[in-house]
């Protein structure tokens, strides 16, 4: 139980497919020893169950999709993958041979481009692709193979790691325990088990799946089948304590997707009135691309922002300073492709920032923003504010602290910038109006201030 509380609690949720088990694999490769060689060679039974799947999916498809194979010799390499049964199938030379040789008919190439008609692996063509190497006898899965390739989760499956804390947050070290759920229907039922003591949420959604619909019932839209997901989960009152992080997953596959042509706005007809906005360009990106991204997070956080407990935050000038520790609920997003671990390891430095903040605020220290939008912590002592108080401004040099306390005594701002040297305090009297009526009450604020320079 000790254990259990000291770790912080990081809780993967989004639909089947989403890529949360390749976060796992990511944390595993960042934080642990990446795969003994038992788990690479369990990843190579997936891998290829994967080939196996895609080319059985695509030679079907011929047939559905009435589209005839290009090379008549490819027949029998079709007869031959027809007649699989998957569920009981040794992987023969014959297999590989005859897999390659159809992937490379033209027919079946059409089949691939028309895969938003039907259900196929996101990995098929990464591993349709190298079936040769696969084939070998003595094939040891690459780090990249293993991310890219694809086991439905159906159990709740934890990953202990330690991250280590920027000094600015305290230094040291944190334990996280990351939980991965499975995202389908079925599956969904068992997430609640739990929900229970977690700090954050990860959600991830697959966003390049817009013109896909679900395997559970072959109709719903997927990105729609995810916002109505992330809908519950925001909602869920299990989960109200625990901040929340968006990741708008695949984004190498959207890119992809929406430079081919293939338009959001077929499936979103809200999309043609939506504007990128000048703040979300990037040079040398294609437009179109960073216009259907910014709309798939709109959607999302339109979501997060439903419910917005009434509490203001940010410190303005000559603006009251917050007493209260109950903020709004922080719901954060980041563009993300699961299987690049560069992408990932600069993605996650932040998160964590993001859980070690959340973190400290949940232990009674609340944390401001000040005016130029950078954020530092104000400690306070308790919440007993009735008396005297004790503040602690915590920061970055240069944030503001020295600044901002003064003009918050002094009522005017000081124009130069002086660097702290130790610790240095400001007080301020104040007459406190209590909520629940009654007398109001002296406070005497003391407010500490330090030196945030690293020497
Ligand atoms: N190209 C690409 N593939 C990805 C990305 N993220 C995940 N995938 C692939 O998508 C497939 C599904 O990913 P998983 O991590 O198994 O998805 P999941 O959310 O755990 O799915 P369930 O266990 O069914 O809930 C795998 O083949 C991944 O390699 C990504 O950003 N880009
Ligand atoms: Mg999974």
């Known amino acids: 139980m000790k254990e259990y ?35 690479r060679q369990e990843k190579k039974q997936d891998i290829r169950s994967n080939i196996l799947e895609g080319i059985v999916t695509l030679t079907q498809q011929l047939d559905v999709l009435g589209v005839p194979l290009e090379l008549q010799e490819n027949q029998a390499a079709k007869d031959y993958v027809l007649a699989i049964n998957p569920e009981d199938f040794t992987y023969t030379q014959e297999f590989y041979t005859y897999t390659e040789q159809l992937w490379r008919d033209p027919g079946i190439q059409k089949v691939y481009s028309l895969q938003h008609k039907f259900q196929l692996i996101d990995c098929a063509r990464y591993f349709l692709d190298k079936v040769e190497e696969v084939g070998q006898p003595d094939y040891d899965p690459s780090v990249q193979d293993i991310l890219h390739s694809r086991r439905r989760t159906t159990d709740i499956q934890k990953i202990e790691f330690e991250v280590r804390v920027p000094k600015k947050y305290g230094g040291g070290s944190l334990q996280f325990w990351m939980f991965d759920v499975g995202g389908q229907r079925g599956e969904r039922k068992k997430w609640i088990q739990v929900f229970d003591g977690i700090q954050a949420v990860l959600f991830l959604v697959s966003a390049s799946c817009f013109d896909l619909v679900i395997r559970e019932d072959q109709e719903t839209n997927r990105l729609q089948e995810s916002i109505n997901i992330f809908k519950s989960v925001w909602h869920s009152r299990f989960l109200k304590n ?15 997707k929406v430079t081919s042509g293939k338009c959001i706005g077929d499936h ?27 709309f798939i997070r709109e959607k999302f956080m339109a979501i997060s922002k439903e419910e917005v407990k009434a509490v203001e935050r940010k410190v303005t000038p000559g603006g009251p300073l917050i007493l209260s520790d109950e903020g709004p609920r922080e719901c954060y997003c980041h563009f993300t492709t699961a299987t690049d671990t560069n992408n990932v390891r600069i993605v996650f430095e932040d998160v964590h920032n993001m859980i070690i903040k959340w973190n400290l605020e949940k232990i009674g220290v609340p944390v401001f923003q000040d005016y130029t939008n950078t954020t530092y912590f104000i400690m306070g002592s308790g919440k007993d ?70 020497k």
């Open 5 to 39: 509380n000291k770790a912080i609690k990081i809780l993967l949720l989004g639909a089947g497919e989403s890529g949360k088990t390749t976060i796992i694999k990511q944390m595993k490769i960042l934080h642990i020893n990446g795969f003994s060689q038992e788990e």
């Open 242 to 256: 625990s901040g929340f992080i968006v990741f708008l997953n695949k984004q190498d596959i959207l890119k992809e």
């Open 385 to 454: 504010y009735d008396y005297l108080i004790k503040f602690l401004a915590l920061g970055d040099s240069g944030v503001g602290k020295t600044s901002f306390l003064y003009h918050y005594t002094e009522g005017v701002f000081q124009q130069q910038f002086i660097s702290t040297v130790g610790i240095d305090f400001r007080e301020k009297r104040l007459t406190h109006r209590r909520k629940e009526g009654g007398p109001p009450q002296g406070v005497h604020l003391q407010l500490w201030d330090t030196a945030g320079q690293e």
């Open 268 to 294: 979103f007809p809200d999309y043609s009135s939506y504007r990128l906005e000048d703040k979300d360009r990037v040079a040398d990106e294609d437009q179109e691309y960073l216009r259907t991204r910014c």
